[in-house]
């Protein structure tokens, strides 16, 4: 399996710091004090200089003449002293042996009895200590064939070192404990294998050469193993004690897992003894999840004796098995998990408890609403599970005073009335009001607590708290309050309306007719336009509060909202910042909507505007579609007012600065508006509530401060007939109240008859069309107007009528003039919205024109009557 090329006795290795020499034959490396000094020559032909300098010296000394020649020996020789000292303080020479550093390493690895083994990635091997033959024998191929030869006998290990050499080739760091079968008397049973690759770097004849090599490390570890064993033996020795104990065991982990329970838990709970260990459930499974939080809860309490509880847990065939458990806590932190202790209380020969208490126990604990008694000092003798969850979050709550509990998160007003209703319920008196209370950290629950009295038993409880989770209901309650509150304005802002367009339509009326006689350098003409851009401006706010209270004309059609959303594209990137990243997200396969697709797309306009204004700083707005099924409706059916159905919902989304509860409840209020003064009306939110409403859908705002907003607008799916074909969407946005007229000549001749009852819109439309050249007869109601018919019968080509007008309104006028004469033309003008009136009068044979309408519109619209 692997390559051993090399014999060991030939094994060598490149070091970086030996320039001197090419390789390190690890068999000659032994330590040798007469090598030679690096630098300077060796020891040995220093000493022979010295002697023969000496002999030389002492022969000059015995001769006569050798006095000079002795000054010049003793001059050289102090600078030759000299040289060396300094020589050696620089550290440029250094006398005595020199051991290079693969002699170090080789001596090192020699001597660990860890077998350790340097090889090339193809499993060539540089090196092998000798530890590795006295643990698998020597091989004549090797190291790695010894190491081959011992693992081979076990599948297991052979696939480890297949893994092994496998991550060296990779340049992976690997370990692998491998077990091997009993050989020679040092092999060990267990060894741990451990490869780490590196990158060795030399110097040769001038060029860098870089290989890849392994260093393979192999550490007995029988003795630990033997020691896991022990340990393990012990366990589960202890383990199978718990197995044959009468009580019940259970180990819980930090995060709910059931990490152990013994046969007689899992004979209760009806499973067959190791089924329940190996299904690795949650403790909610078994005790519900108020059961579960009482217990984690309860593990947190330093008494012992408040750690009991009687507790129903639930078999695996669904039906419930009483107990009464007692909690340990695991360790010092509450995430380390705890224990549960049970005993069975229908096992017999558990105490004197009778039926009775044991049923009592049963109904108090599995009991789906809050039960507490207390005692004559207002404190909780006791409580189930879901008083503890639904006033204090799942913490027990024995021993606490009821008025702290039940008033930790209220107000002092809600404060009082508890303590006033407890003070009651403890003096024995009955018919306690029920008192709401808020619950939750953020307050975010309603409760309703009702109090009772107890008969006066001594050292019993004096009274009951029962306590029910009203949230849903207070949300239900306020929804329906909101909805009705918003209906009452609607029909408010409507009334407000109507009214309001008349007084506009005598405002732009006169001001245009005041524009006819003044010309543009006239003085008082910028003040007449300013007064009627006024009146424009007025006019857009009727239109949002027709828009709220449901009441515009919609120009209804059946289209996909994919195709309107990408229309308007292009439109809204102009609309948000640069520093907006707006993003499409378009649902596959889109039902069709029937509405107003002008109304839809001021409503996306709308909204987008809304979500740039909260971006400031930038950030990203998305509008995405995509179906909603029956079944997922129904989900959200408890809000009020949405039926279960089909829709198409369209979701437009920001990360701006999102929206608190308070300003959330009164978003799609008229005239209500968070933004600086000149900034906006507040009727933009109101107009998209009434614009979805008369839609027949449903919007839904979700915000969170600092995370952003998101509208939820849901339209009914409109399904189209197999001969039906929806038309391509072009909206353009509905600009109210201007409506420009490009008709050059406005002129014409006819017989008008002017219906009105407000005095200033009569004269200003008499007026207007009489300038036009038409003859204008003119009426305060309908009873006047037929009696003019009557005189003049014949003569009137086209009656011009409002719709509110007292004794006989337009929609009666309309039925006497078609009985009298069936081809008269009738043209109505009025402030509320034509589709509304024309499903009210059953008949579309006449022509409408909604207030406030300018001279221009007047005189084209009763000219195109006139001329049909």
Not at 179 to 196: D, F, K, N, Q
């Amino acid at each position: 399996m692997l390559q051993t090329d090399a014999p060991a006795i030939e094994n060598q290795i490149d070091s970086e710091p030996m320039k001197d020499r090419e390789a390190l034959r690890i068999d000659a490396a032994t330590i040798d004090p007469l090598n030679t000094a690096e630098g300077f020559g060796g020891f040995l032909p220093i000493a022979l200089i010295v002697a023969a300098a000496g002999a030389l010296v002492f022969g000059l000394l015995a001769s006569s003449s050798g006095k000079p020649v002795l000054l010049t020996v003793i001059a050289v020789l102090a600078m030759l002293g000299m040289f060396l000292i300094f020589g050696v303080a620089a550290g440029h020479i250094r006398i005595g042996a020199r051991v290079a550093p693969g002699d170090l390493l080789k001596a090192a690895a020699d001597a660990s009895d860890e077998p350790q083994i340097l090889a090339h990635l193809d499993s060539t091997v540089v090196y092998a200590n000798a530890a590795l033959d006295d643990m698998f024998g020597r091989h004549e191929a090797g190291a790695f064939a010894a190491l081959d030869a011992v693992m081979s006998a076990e599948p297991e290990a052979t696939q480890a070192l297949f893994r092994l050499t496998r991550a060296a080739e990779r340049g992976e760091i690997r370990n692998e404990d491998v077990h091997l079968r009993p050989g020679p008397s040092r092999r060990p049973a267990w060894v741990r294998i451990s490869v780490r690759p590196f990158v060795s770097t030399g110097n040769g004849d001038g060029t860098v050469t870089r290989q890849r090599l392994a260093l393979w490390r192999i550490r007995d570890i029988s003795k630990d193993k033997a020691q896991e064993a022990q340990r393990v033996g012990t366990l589960e020795t202890a383990l199978a004690a718990f197995d044959t104990m009468p009580a019940g065991f259970m180990s819980i982990a930090g995060d709910g897992t059931i990490l152990h329970v013994n046969a007689a838990f899992e004979h209760w709970l009806g499973y067959p003894v190791g089924s329940l260990r190996s299904h690795h459930l949650r403790l909610a499974e078994l005790a519900g999840s108020d059961g579960a939080r009482l217990l984690e809860h309860m593990a947190e309490i330093p008494e012992a004796d408040q750690r009991v509880v009687d507790l129903d847990l639930t078999r695996q065939d669904g039906r419930m098995v009483p107990l009464t458990l007692l909690v340990e806590p695991v360790g010092d932190q509450p995430d380390q998990g705890f224990t549960i202790t049970a005993i069975n209380r229908l096992t017999a020969g558990l105490g004197d408890r009778t039926h009775q208490d044991v049923r009592a126990s049963q109904f108090f604990q599995s009991a789906p609403f809050g039960i507490a008694t207390i005692d004559g000092e207002g404190r909780i003798a006791s409580c189930n599970a879901a008083f503890m969850r639904l006033v204090l979050d799942g913490r027990p709550a024995q021993d606490v005073l009821a008025s702290e509990a039940l008033g930790r998160t209220g107000d002092t007003s809600e404060r009082t009335r508890i303590e006033e209703g407890l003070a009651e319920v403890l003096a024995g008196r009955g018919n306690v009001q029920p008192i709401e209370i808020t619950s939750g950290d953020q307050k975010q629950f309603t409760c309703r607590v009702f109090m009772s009295p107890l008969a006066a038993v001594s050292g019993g409880a004096a009274a009951a708290l029962y306590v029910i989770d009203a949230t849903e209901q207070k949300q239900l309650e306020d929804r329906v309050s909101q909805a009705q509150k918003m209906e009452a304005v609607g029909n408010l802002a409507g009334g407000i309306a109507h009214d309001f367009n008349n007084v506009l339509t005598a405002i732009i009326g006169f001001s245009d007719l005041l524009l006819q006689t003044h010309r543009p350098s006239d003085p008082s003409y910028k003040d007449i336009k300013n007064i009627q851009s006024a009146a424009y401006r007025a006019a857009n706010l009727v239109a949002g509060l027709l828009g709220f209270s449901r009441k515009q004309t919609q120009q209804v059609s059946v289209f996909d909202l994919n195709e309107l959303t990408s229309d308007m594209r292009a439109m809204l990137k102009t609309q948000v910042r640069e520093k907006i990243d707006l993003q499409f997200q378009a649902g596959r396969d889109l039902w069709y909507v029937r509405a107003d697709s002008n109304q839809l797309y001021q409503v996306i306009l709308n909204l987008a505007r809304n979500a740039r204004d909260a971006m400031s700083d930038g950030g990203k707005l998305t509008i995405r579609t995509r179906n909603v099924t029956e079944r997922e409706s129904q989900r959200m059916s408890p809000a009020a007012g949405f039926t279960p159905g089909e829709y198409v919902l369209l979701e437009i989304s920001d990360t701006g600065t999102g929206m608190s509860p308070e300003v959330m409840a009164k978003i799609f209020e008229p005239f209500f508006t968070t933004k600086g003064i000149g900034k906006g009306t507040g009727l933009g939110l109101a107009s998209v509530y009434g614009i979805i409403k008369q839609s027949g859908g449903f919007i839904f705002p979700e915000s969170e401060l600092g995370k952003g907003t998101t509208f939820k607008i849901f339209l009914p799916r409109y399904v189209v007939e197999d001969n039906e074909e929806a038309p391509p969407v072009r909206p353009q946005p509905i600009n109210p109240g201007r409506g420009d007229v490009n008709a050059t000549d406005l002129t014409g001749t006819g017989r008008v008859l002017l219906v009105e009852d407000e005095v200033e819109v009569r004269q200003f439309a008499v007026r207007a069309l009489k300038r036009q050249g038409y003859q204008v007869l003119e009426a305060t109601d309908g009873v006047e107007a037929l009696e003019i018919m009557a005189a003049n019968e014949g003569m009137i080509d086209i009656v011009v009528s409002d719709v509110v007008m007292p004794e006989m309104d337009g929609p009666a006028l309309f039925k006497e003039l078609r009985q009298r004469n069936p081809s008269i033309k009738v043209i109505f003008v009025s402030g509320y919205p034509n589709e509304a009136f024309r499903e009210s009068m059953g008949s579309d044979n006449f022509a409408f024109l909604p207030k406030p309408f300018s001279l221009p519109q007047l005189a084209a619209k009763v000219k195109e009557e006139l001329a049909k």
